[in-house]
């Protein structure tokens, strides 16, 4: 089964501590991108990732950092210099040249008490 | 500055009739489009793309249409069905590179 995996589903943090959102996925995809969603708000870009070992800043990276090691994985961390990580993450993959729809993961629900 | 407007409200249509959203923007010049669907609580999922040379696109009961003059997209649901209420996204390519700028989503209720 191909697919896009994000881990855990729900997660809970302490002001103050960095937290890490895991995305893995199978289906031999060149690019990633991770993405926040708050209520009523269209999906924004934090980072992406066209090929292994690069990554580009999104509309609002300021706060997270990202690495890709590997092919299949693209690891998001919420710092805390990030003023409100509260909210929807989603990962999403897709062929590296243009035209191509992406594919996302179920999303991660980070709340930060 | 760029825009891209979906309606906020949401579209209650009675099951059997045709839903029809759109997608505005300004300041962006995509060579293509695409529309996802998004439920409660998931990731979105693409249903289609059309290309800036493309006047309109099928896909079963979908339909998507692109003007670049009018700078707008409308998407249409035909014969809606209750399991068609979803959010859908519209998506606009921005940089030429995969790199997707999404508008705020419309939600879509059909009533059985």
């Known amino acids: 089964d191909g697919g896009i995996t994000q881990s855990p589903k729900y997660l809970f943090r302490k002001e103050g501590q960095n937290v890490t959102l895991s995305c893995e996925q199978n289906?031999?995809?060149?690019?990633m991108y991770w993405y926040r969603q708050d209520p009523g708000q269209g999906l924004r870009l934090i980072y992406y990732?066209?090929?292994?070992?690069?990554?580009q800043k999104g509309d609002i990276a300021e706060g997270y950092s990202v690495s890709r090691e590997k092919k299949e994985s693209f690891p998001l961390t919420v710092t805390s210099a990030q003023k409100n990580p509260t909210a929807f993450y989603l990962c999403?993959?897709?062929?590296?040249?243009?035209?191509?729809?992406?594919?996302f993961g179920p999303g991660t629900r980070l709340t930060v008490l | 500055s760029q825009k891209i407007e979906q309606n906020s409200e949401a579209l209650n249509i009675q099951e059997g009739k045709t839903a029809t959203l759109t997608c505005n923007y300004t300041?962006?010049?995509?060579?293509?489009l695409q529309w996802y669907r998004q439920d409660p609580g998931r990731g979105p999922v693409f249903l289609l793309l059309?290309?800036?040379?493309?006047k309109e696109k099928r896909k079963e009961r979908l339909k998507v249409t692109f003007d670049t003059t009018l700078k707008q997209s409308l998407f249409h649901i035909t014969a809606s069905q209750p399991a068609d209420s979803a959010t859908y996204l519209c998506?606009?390519?921005?940089?030429?590179?995969?790199?997707?700028?999404f508008g705020k989503g419309n939600q879509v209720v059909v009533i059985p």
């Open positions: 999403a993959s897709s062929r590296r040249d243009r035209h191509n729809e992406q594919f």
């Open positions: 289906l031999n995809h060149d690019a």
């Open positions: 990732s066209q090929i292994v070992n690069d990554f």
């Open positions: 300041n962006y010049s995509p060579a293509y």
């Open positions: 059309i290309r800036e040379n493309e």
């Open positions: 998506a606009l390519d921005n940089y030429g590179n995969n790199r997707l700028a």
